[in-house]
């Protein structure tokens, strides 16, 4: 059992991180989507591309605010599976 305990801290990691990492572009996208909703059946006007450019703008914004954080996030993520596949392997 002691050398499952580390693969599955790391498991378990990986899900918070991905989850971190998912959060910030899914909530744009869900509030952008929810205000274009709002207004399309406020206004009756059905227009496809009105819900997919707000949604794409918003997104792209949060992955230019925040896509030097997710990365790092990530870096050190692969930094500590890397250490713990040495420390594994010995």
Excluded at 7 to 23: E, G, K, Q, Y
Excluded at 28 to 33: E, I, Q
Excluded at 69 to 81: E, K
Aim: hydrophobic fraction near 65%; glycine fraction near 6%.
């Amino acid at each position: 059992m002691d050398e499952l305990s580390p693969l599955l801290a790391l498991a378990d990691r990986m899900l918070w991180v991905t989850a971190l990492i998912a959060a910030p572009i899914l909530l744009a996208g869900l509030a952008v989507g929810l205000v274009v909703g709002l207004i399309q059946a406020a206004t009756s006007v059905n227009e496809q591309t009105l819900t997919f450019v707000p949604k794409l703008a918003a997104i792209a914004l949060v992955l230019v605010l925040m896509g030097a954080s997710m990365m790092a996030l990530v870096g050190d993520f692969m930094q500590d599976i890397f250490t713990e596949i040495a420390r594994i392997g010995q």
